[in-house]
């Protein structure tokens, strides 16, 4: 039931009618059916007077999307990766990449606190883009090749450009955060033509990917350093400032 997550020693008592008996004892660890929904989408922050406001607003419950955003991407055993934006859902990408034998993984994010939690859990590279050349320090650390794929966690125009910028020849770009509407990217066809590079997104996980990805979470040391705030019901709007200030990592919010 919910509130009993975590591991339990479960024992069982088996006897017959001549009164013999035998025990077993395990340990049984219960994990969360699911995370809870992660928004994917970008906020439309400017409204007019006399004009409706719409935002059309995606949202997914990420562990089983991420693990089909790395399958997607052809992530595995000694390849390498870079990794746009070292929110939760980038970071959820690290955990779960490096669960599948991805040997260098290239963080990118602008903000410092971030990339020290990516860090910790044991990217191979943390980049400021605020600080340093993305594209130059990439292919520094991958012999001028770039990666193997960049999946772009963020909803930005620009993220996708780094993610464009990083990737080796016959690599794949992976759109996973969701842009606000009406974005445009402009792109030199030369650079997917002669490059080879495969552009694609996900977004729909389905029942096994999530099942497998909980396997996995439930099993790193690293998945509750998401968690870096909690708020009561009635600090709902708290957490709502925090997240727009782009405050911490995952916050939950207790009933």
């Not at 939760?88 to 779960?96: E, P, Q, V, W």
């Not at 620009?158 to 969701?178: P, S, W």
């Not at 509407?181 to 996980?205: C, F, R, V």
Request: hydrophobic share 40%.
């Amino acid at each position: 039931t919910p509130g009993q997550e975590g591991g339990h020693v479960v024992t069982i008592t088996v006897s017959d009618p001549n009164g013999a008996r035998a025990e077993q004892t395990y340990n049984l660890f219960a994990a969360r059916c699911s995370d809870a929904p992660e928004f994917t989408s970008a906020p439309i922050t400017k409204a007019r007077t006399g004009v409706a406001y719409e935002y059309d607003v995606n949202a997914s419950t990420s562990s089983g999307n991420i693990l089909y955003s790395l399958e997607a991407s052809g992530v595995g055993p000694g390849g390498s990766v870079t990794i746009v934006g070292a929110g939760h859902m980038g970071l959820t990408h690290l955990i779960i990449a490096r669960a599948m034998g991805c040997s260098t993984t290239i963080l990118i994010d602008p903000i410092e606190e971030r990339l020290a939690v990516a860090a910790e859990m044991g990217a191979t590279a943390t980049i400021n883009p605020s600080k340093e050349q993305v594209k130059d320090v990439v292919m520094k650390l991958t012999d001028g090749l770039g990666t193997d794929a960049s999946i772009v966690s963020v909803g930005n125009v620009k993220a996708i450009e780094t993610g464009l910028a990083t990737v080796r020849k016959q690599g794949v770009v992976n759109i996973f955060g969701g842009c606000p509407p009406e974005s445009l990217l402009s792109i030199d066809p030369n650079l997917i033509h002669y490059n080879e590079i495969w552009l694609t997104g996900t977004q729909n996980a389905n029942p096994e990917h999530y099942q497998r990805a909980l396997e996995v979470l439930t099993r790193t040391p690293f998945a509750g350093r998401l968690i870096t705030s909690r708020f009561t019901i009635q600090d709902t709007p708290k957490a709502f400032e925090a997240r727009l200030q782009m405050q911490g990592l995952k916050a939950v919010i207790d009933f």
